[in-house]
């Protein structure tokens, strides 16, 4: 196989001077797995604080936690940044907070694989318009199709119209968050700019969630929110921040494809929820739709 027939080759790897752009690129794409499968079952896990909390109290509370580990992890020089890398983190801390409060509400309505696979619409369609357009545009229509299989039980449609509106807006979140995550890792050295823009999420996430925590929280509910942060959001944004450097937007996009998949094993595994026939073949379809783009963002 060529290196156009790998994930290893130019269509991945991002533009760089290095001579370790294979070793980066298959790292990028470890991280990415990692990345994936802390947020799925960290999703999962979080059912019996999002009971108490509530979604966005519970998001709040994990994007706080979150933001200042890593700011006293990171020590970011914040009076040294320019109004550049200011608005960078801003734009990528909003997407962040978007992104996070929509789905958690999201997995409070509906079922987490159809919840993946909805958000997963943007990242796709990322990669979709990354990879050059044209026939590639069928590859969202064949994911819609998979979501709507999934919506499907074999008896009723699953799920509600806020959930799934909210799921909507995390694939908006997702999509915008990917390309703002190129771009703040190109404006700032190591997890600075991680760092700075999980500040601007807990902020834009506090109107929502602020109330909400303060009703329910109690020292061990305070204990539990802050480890589940270290599933979701800090370790998958520390992955991703750092794969996006070394992998193109598309291929990250394409790669997360597998998303849908993950998701389905954490709701089975920690939350029960099995899957039928069809909603089995609306995994495979967003999947596929992902193959497809794969191999047409190559060529």
Request: proline fraction near 5%; include cysteine; charge should be neutral.
């Amino acid at each position: 196989m060529t290196d156009m027939e790998t994930p290893t080759g130019g269509a991945w790897a991002a533009p760089t001077n290095s001579a370790d752009d294979r070793r980066r690129v298959y790292l990028a794409i470890v991280f990415c797995l990692l990345s994936m499968s802390s947020v799925q079952f960290g999703a999962a896990l979080s059912t019996p604080v999002m009971q108490e909390l509530g979604p966005f109290g519970t998001t709040w509370l994990r994007l706080c936690f979150a933001a200042v580990a890593l700011m006293l992890f990171v020590r970011p020089p914040l009076l040294s940044y320019g109004k550049q890398q200011w608005f960078a983190a801003a734009a990528l801390g909003t997407a962040m907070a978007t992104m996070t409060l929509c789905f958690f509400a999201a997995i409070e309505r509906i079922p987490l694989g159809l919840a993946v696979a909805i958000d997963f619409l943007g990242p796709l369609t990322v990669a979709t318009i990354f990879g050059g357009g044209g026939w590639r545009l069928l590859c969202p229509a064949v994911a819609a199709a998979g979501v709507l299989c999934l919506s499907w039980d074999g008896s009723a449609w699953v799920g509600d119209t806020l959930g799934v509106l909210f799921a909507l807006g995390a694939a908006a979140g997702w999509g915008s968050y990917i390309v703002l995550m190129k771009q703040a890792g190109q404006q700032f050295t190591g997890l600075e700019g991680l760092s700075v823009s999980l500040l601007f999420a807990a902020l834009v996430a506090t109107p929502f969630g602020l109330h909400k925590a303060a009703l329910g929280l109690s020292p061990e509910l305070a204990f539990m929110t802050g480890l589940l942060a270290l599933l979701v959001p800090l370790l998958p944004y520390a992955l991703e921040f750092v794969a996006l450097r070394w992998m193109k937007a598309s291929a990250f996009g394409i790669l997360m494809s597998l998303e849908p998949a993950i998701g389905a094993g954490a709701g089975f595994i920690v939350l029960g929820q099995a899957l039928t026939p069809s909603q089995m073949l609306g995994v495979a379809l967003v999947i596929t739709a992902s193959a497809a783009g794969t191999m047409s963002s190559q060529t």
